[in-house]
C-alpha cells in the first residue's frame, strides 16, 4: 500500500508526535510505503523516524496564528505534486483536521482520520466560556472545532483512540455511522531495560530531589484540561510528614501555577520540570512512588498508560478513557474531578503502602496497549476500507 499521513503536529512535543513515530515506523517496517506531510522539525530536533519513511515538507510561517492556515494553505499543492512524483496514494490518513484543504473533489482517495478527543468537549471540561476560547484561537478550542467537524463527516473511517472518544464522536455528530468509528488504542512507548542507580541519583539530584523524599510525578503539557490547579490543591492536603514531592514533567506556561503552589503554601513541594527527552522520561518513570494524572477530560492518556505498563501505581481522575486504563484498586485508584481530598487519600494510600501495584501485578488491561497492536490494527483497518471501497463521488466535500 502507498499511505500519505497528513499531520501538523508530528514534530511538536507530545502525544500526537508519539503516535505519528511509532505508526508511521511500524507501517514502513511492515513493508509499505508512507508519506509523511509535515511542517519541518525545528533545527537541532530529531524526528525519530526510520528512515524508510519519507518526509514531504509542508511550509509554514513561525507564527502560531498563522502556521496552521498556512499548512491547510500549501497542503493540496504539496500533496499533488508528491502524487506525481511517487505515484496515486491508496490511502489519505489525517490526524484530526490535517486534511482540510484537501477536497474530496481534489483528492478522492480512502480517507481515514484518527481523533484522539474531540475540541468542544475538551473546552467544556475545562470550564472555558466562549470568551476564553476567543483568546485560545490558535487552540484545539478555537476554529480547530470547526475543521475538526468537516474532517470528521468528511472520512470513510475514523480512528477513536478510545471508546469514550469514539461515544464521543457518535453523540456529537449524529451523522457519522458507528460502523465508520473503530477504536484503536495506543501503545505504551517506555522501554524495558533496567535503568542504573547513578542514573536516578543524577535525576533526582538535577531536581532537587533529597534522600527519603517520595516523588508523585505528573507527565503531560501543562494545559486547561490537565488540572494543574486542582491536583495541586490535593498536594496540598497530603500532610508534609510523608516527604512528598510534584515533579510536573511537560511543555507550557508556568507562572500562574506556580503563583498557586505560593498561595496554597506548598511551593517547596512542587518541581516544574518543564519538556524532557524520551531517556530522561525513562528514567523519571523509574524514581516516582506514583503516578498521578488530575485532568478534567482525556482521550487516552499516554503517560497513564506507561506507568500501568510498567507497574508504577497511579492516581488519576475517573474521566474520560482513564477508566479505561487504570483498573482502580489494582493500578492505582480513581477519584472524582473536582475532589482535592479524595485525591489526597488516594496518595495516601499509596504512599502508605497499601496498595500492591508491581511487575507481576499487572492488571490485563496493561496488556492490550502496544505498539505493534496499533500498527497492525491500523493496516487491517485500511486493507479492509480498500477491500469494499467504492470511492465517493468526486463533487462531495
Known amino acids: ?29 511492515a513493508g509499505h510505503q508512507v508519506v509523511l506531510f509535515s511542517p519541518s522539525p525545528p533545527p537541532g530536533a530529531s524526528p525519530g523516524l526510520d528512515t524508510a519513511v519519507q518526509v514531504q515538507s509542508v511550509n509554514v510561517t513561525n507564527l502560531r496564528m498563522t502556521s496552521a ?3 491547510w494553505w500549501n497542503m493540496p499543492r504539496v500533496f499533488h505534486r ?5 505515484g496515486r496514494f491508496d490511502i489519505v490518513h489525517s490526524n484530526v483536521y490535517a486534511d482540510l484543504t484537501l477536497t ?24 472555558l466560556r466562549l470568551p476564553s476560547r476567543l483568546l485560545r484561537l490558535s487552540s484545539e478550542y478555537g476554529p480547530a472545532v470547526i475543521a475538526e467537524g468537516v474532517c470528521l463527516k468528511r472520512a470513510d473511517h475514523i480512528i477513536a483512540i478510545s471508546n469514550f472518544t469514539r461515544s464521543d464522536v457518535l453523540k456529537r455528530y449524529p451523522d457519522v455511522a458507528s460502523e465508520q468509528v473503530s ?29 527519603g523524599e517520595r ?8 494545559e486547561d484540561r490537565k488540572g494543574i490547579p486542582f491536583l495541586l490543591q490535593a498536594i496540598s492536603h497530603v500532610h508534609s510528614v510523608r516527604n512528598l514531592k510534584l515533579v510536573l514533567v511537560g511543555s507550557g506556561p508556568t507562572d500562574a501555577y506556580e503563583a498557586i503552589a505560593r498561595r496554597l503554601g506548598i511551593a517547596d513541594r512542587v518541581v516544574f520540570a518543564g519538556y524532557v527527552d524520551d531517556s530522561t522520561l525513562r528514567v523519571a518513570y523509574r524514581i516516582a512512588d506514583v503516578l498521578v494524572h488530575a485532568a478534567s477530560m482525556e482521550g487516552f ?38 475532589d482535592p481530598k479524595a485525591f489526597a487519600d488516594a496518595l495516601t494510600k499509596v504512599l502508605d503502602g497499601t496498595l500492591l501495584v508491581g511487575e507481576g501485578s499487572r492488571s490485563p488491561t496493561s496488556k492490550r496497549f502496544s505498539w505493534e497492536t496499533t500498527v497492525r490494527a491500523t493496516l487491517d483497518l485500511y486493507e479492509r476500507l480498500l477491500s469494499v471501497s467504492i470511492p465517493r463521488s468526486v463533487h462531495s466535500n
Do not use: Q
Not at 4 to 17: M, N, P, S, V, Y
Not at 82 to 86: Q, T
Not at 198 to 205: G, P, Q, V
Not at 215 to 222: F, K, P, S
Open 104 to 127: 474530496r473533489r481534489a483528492a478522492p482517495r480512502v480517507r481515514v482520520v484518527t481523533v484522539y478527543h474531540l475540541g468542544s468537549t475538551a473546552a467544556a471540561s475545562a470550564g
Open 301 to 338: 492518556g499516554l503517560g497513564v498508560a506507561d506507568a500501568v505498563a510498567i507497574g508504577l501505581p497511579v492516581v488519576a481522575t475517573r474521566v474520560g478513557s482513564i477508566p479505561e486504563v487504570v483498573t482502580d484498586g489494582v493500578d492505582g485508584y480513581l477519584v472524582d474531578y473536582g
Open 215 to 222: 516523588i508523585a510525578l505528573g507527565v503531560g503539557r501543562l
Open 82 to 86: 508528491a502524487e506525481r512524483r511517487i
Open 1 to 29: 500500500m502507498r499511505i500519505a499521513f497528513l499531520c501538523f503536529e508530528a514534530f511538536h512535543r507530545g502525544g500526537i508526535k508519539t503516535y505519528s513515530r511509532e505508526l508511521l515506523n511500524g507501517i514502513a517496517a
Open 69 to 71: 492556515l498556512a499548512y
Open 183 to 211: 477504536v484503536i488504542y495506543l501503545g505504551t512507548t517506555l522501554e524495558s531495560r533496567l535503568t542504573s542507580a547513578e542514573e536516578k541519583t543524577r535525576l533526582r539530584r538535577s531536581w532537587g530531589i533529597v534522600n
